[in-house]
Structures are given as structure tokens and as C-alpha cells.
């Protein structure tokens, strides 16, 4: 029997895609969703698809008091976001964006889907950056996700200095900031812990009024007792005075009792409202990650092609080079190693030789000048290479964890050589990072 030029889209797609036809095209559709907090929209579904895939809808549609009504109402989810929703109950597909992710993680609790979850995490794991950290922080707390806050409380917390920075600062409730400045772990120089707070009462006094510019009074009114998180006291004597106590937030008596304090000088008859301990401090620490196990090739040919490999990272760091497979046979290996972003070259080494010696299964190339790795910022290494045959890994890794650095790693189509994450081969062996430890 042959497929009909009607019915050709059956025959010739997946189950998934199948489903997601009929969905799309509203076929044998058996339930109606009346979607949306303000205009709400009609979105059809069938409860079989639903009911096989989530445990709420299975009880709500199969259980002992099944819903009969032909609509359900949703109103607590936006139509595309519920559209979403159904795509991955569908497909197990879902395009996961920083718009999408933290409604989609509601999504994925109120029906009981952890997959969809699961899938989430993983976006948040990759993407989770300076510049979008208290928007996922303020969402976490919201929906009660207490992993997810803990996982972006870290992240603020060891890159304080970049984070309190962000635009996103203003986003986020007194209670959170709260609760970022008074913790030991916050590494941060205190004057910009100081100058946040002030940032954000300014924003939070401005989407009140046209004023731009608030008053002393007004800043100390908006941030209230949070002022007595900041540690005023562990400021060196000189910062203290030409940054604080020139403006007028703290009051002359607070003024007094800080330089009293950073002089030594204790009067047992106040009763101290400044945190005094010291943070945490930062120290350089280099790391390399191992993509591979300790099984090793040895007959990498290299043909005029490349070799290339995207990575991602969990937390700001520096990449200062990277190992490349030595020769197995008396020879050398000559060629460029490149780091490119999304637009353009980064930084690159040329005219590389690596030669042959006895026991030598790899070099270690670094970089002139080491290069800022971002957060939620796809990179690539390209390697171009010929000469003789070299080592090559085994069993490699799509994810290398060392402390609080991630690398995830991926496929890059230009990989015309054979290196690649899926197939758990090939060369790059290593990465050497800067990263920032804390104690």
C-alpha cells in the first residue's frame, strides 16, 4: 500500500511529528483551554496526548472526579507560553530562552513534568550570567525554587564585583538584596557593596517619581535598615571619608561611630548596628579540564581538514590556552589554533610546532594575552593542523566540572576532522582557565 498525496505527512514523519501536526491543525481535538490572565485565547489539545504524559492531566481527565467540562480554564499561564507547554508534551521538543525558561519551570510543576524541568536546569546551568542572574534569582524566590536560588545565590556571591554592577540590580525586592549583602560569602570591595545599595534606592525612588534626581533623605529612606549591612567599618580610613562621609545617607552621629570604629576606637555605651566582619576574599587560581580518560589513541591522521569544538562556562574565568595531541612518531605537527565568538576571531596562535619526544602525549599552548570567557557566550576552538600522526583522546566528556567552573561542551559542523563531544573522541584534550577561588 502506498501513501495517498493527502495523507503523505503521516507516512513519512515521526510519531512526534505526527502528533504535533494534528495539534497544529486541530484535528480530532477533544479539549478546549481558555488560556490567559488578561484576553483570553482558545487553545485545543487532546486529552489522550495530555493524559499519557502528565500525571495532572491524568488525573483530571482519567481520575475519580474527571473534569467534563469541554474548557478548561488556564488562566495563570500565558497562550505562548502554554503553546510551549504542549510542544514538548508533544514532541519532548521545546525551545528554552531567557524569555520562556523561568514560566516554563511553572509550567513543568503544575503538570508534573520532569523532563521539561530538567530541561530548564540545564538551560540555567549554561546561561546563567552577570547580566541575567537577578531576573532568574527574583523568579526562583517566586516560585519557590529553592535549588535554582541557592545555584544563583552562589553565582552572586562569587562574582559579586561584575554582578552588583548589572542593570539587573534594580529588578530585584529590598528582602533579596537583603540577603546578598549580608552574607559572609558575598566577595565584593565594600565601596561597591555601598555603591549598589545606592543604585538601586535610586532606581527604586525614580520608578516612583519623575524626579531624577533624589534626595539624601529619600535614598536613606528607601533603603532603610539595609544600610547597617554594608560594612562600613572594614572600609580603609581614606575610602571611608571621601566616599561615604561626604555624602549625606549615613547621619553625622552613624559618620562618627564608623570612623571611631575603623580608628579602633570602641565605645561600649553604643550599641553597634554595622556588620564588622570582613568577606570573603578572592584568590587566582589556574585549572585545567580534562576533556578525556586515560585510554589514549594513536593513529590521528590529520587530512587538510579542521578540527573544532564549541564550549560553554558556569561563571566568569579567563581562557589562557588549551593542549593539543603530540606526535606518536618521530615527526612534528605544525598549523594555528584560533578562538572565535559568535562574530568574530578572538585571538589565535600561529605558526605552532610541536615535535616529537619520547613519552610526550601532549603540549600545552598558551595564548598571548589571556581571553575573558563569559557566562551563557558560545566559543569555538579551531584547530588547523597537518604533519604526522599523533595521540588522540577517548571517551571524552561533554561536560568537565572543577570546583565552581563548568565547561559544557558541543558539536561545531566545521569539525570536518572527526573531533566531536558525541562521539566522545578526537583532540583538544584540555583547557586552562583563570578562575577566582574563594576562602
Not at 186 to 212: F, G, H, M, P, R
Request: charged fraction near 25%.
Amino acid at each position: 500500500m502506498t501513501c495517498s498525496k493527502g495523507t503523505m505527512w503521516q507516512c513519512r514523519r515521526s510519531f512526534e511529528e505526527t502528533n504535533w501536526r494534528m495539534l497544529q491543525d486541530e484535528r480530532l481535538c477533544d479539549v478546549t483551554f481558555l488560556v490567559g490572565s488578561g484576553k483570553e485565547e482558545i487553545i485545543m489539545a487532546h486529552r489522550f496526548i495530555l493524559a499519557s504524559r502528565s500525571p495532572v492531566f491524568f488525573t483530571m481527565f482519567c481520575g475519580s472526579l474527571p473534569e467534563t467540562n469541554q474548557t478548561v480554564d488556564v488562566l495563570d499561564i500565558e497562550p505562548a507560553i502554554f503553546l510551549d507547554l504542549l510542544r514538548f508534551i508533544y514532541t519532548e521538543e521545546c525551545c528554552v530562552d531567557e524569555n520562556n525558561v523561568m514560566a516554563l519551570i511553572y509550567c513543568s510543576k503544575k503538570y508534573e513534568l520532569e523532563r521539561l524541568n530538567e530541561a530548564c536546569q540545564k538551560f540555567l546551568n549554561i546561561n546563567m550570567s552577570c547580566d541575567n542572574v537577578f531576573t532568574i534569582l527574583q523568579h526562583a524566590i517566586e516560585f519557590h525554587e529553592d535549588g535554582l536560588e541557592k545555584r544563583c545565590l552562589k553565582f552572586v556571591m562569587q562574582n559579586a564585583e561584575t554582578v552588583l554592577k548589572s542593570d539587573g540590580l534594580s529588578t530585584i525586592s529590598k528582602e533579596v538584596l537583603k540577603k546578598i549583602i549580608e552574607s559572609d560569602e558575598l566577595c565584593a570591595n565594600e565601596l561597591n557593596v555601598y555603591d549598589a545599595c545606592k543604585s538601586w534606592a535610586i532606581a527604586q525612588c525614580n520608578s516612583k517619581t519623575d524626579q531624577q534626581k533624589p534626595s539624601w533623605e529619600e535614598l536613606r529612606r528607601e533603603l532603610g535598615d539595609l544600610i547597617y549591612s554594608v560594612r562600613f567599618a572594614t572600609m580603609p580610613f581614606q575610602t571611608f571619608a571621601e566616599n561615604v562621609a561626604i555624602e549625606d545617607i549615613l547621619t553625622p552621629e552613624e559618620k562618627v561611630y564608623v570612623f571611631q570604629t575603623i580608628a579602633g576606637i570602641v565605645n561600649s555605651n553604643i550599641c553597634p548596628p554595622f556588620h564588622t566582619i570582613l568577606r570573603k576574599r578572592a584568590k587566582t587560581e589556574i585549572v585545567e579540564l580534562q576533556r578525556f580518560g586515560q585510554n589514549r589513541g594513536k593513529g590521528w591522521c590529520y587530512s587538510g581538514n579542521p578540527d573544532v569544538l564549541n564550549f560553554q562556562v558556569s561563571i566568569p574565568c579567563k581562557l589562557l590556552g588549551l593542549s593539543l595531541f603530540a606526535p606518536n612518531s618521530i615527526g612534528s605537527l605544525e598549523g594555528k589554533v584560533s578562538l572565535q565568538n559568535s562574530t568574530s576571531e578572538m585571538t589565535s596562535k600561529d605558526n605552532l610546532k610541536i615535535m616529537y619526544e619520547k613519552s610526550k602525549f601532549s603540549e600545552l599552548v598558551l595564548f598571548d594575552k589571556p581571553v575573558d570567557i563569559k557566562p551563557g557566550t558560545e566559543y569555538t576552538i579551531r584547530t588547523f593542523l597537518t604533519g604526522v600522526k599523533t595521540f588522540s583522546g577517548e571517551n571524552g566528556q561533554d561536560k568537565v566540572v572543577s570546583g565552581p567552573l563548568e565547561v559544557f561542551f558541543s558539536q561545531n559542523d566545521n569539525s570536518k576532522n572527526g573531533t566531536s563531544p558525541t562521539t566522545s573522541r578526537g583532540q583538544i584534550p584540555s583547557l586552562t582557565f583563570e578562575v577566582k577561588q574563594y576562602q
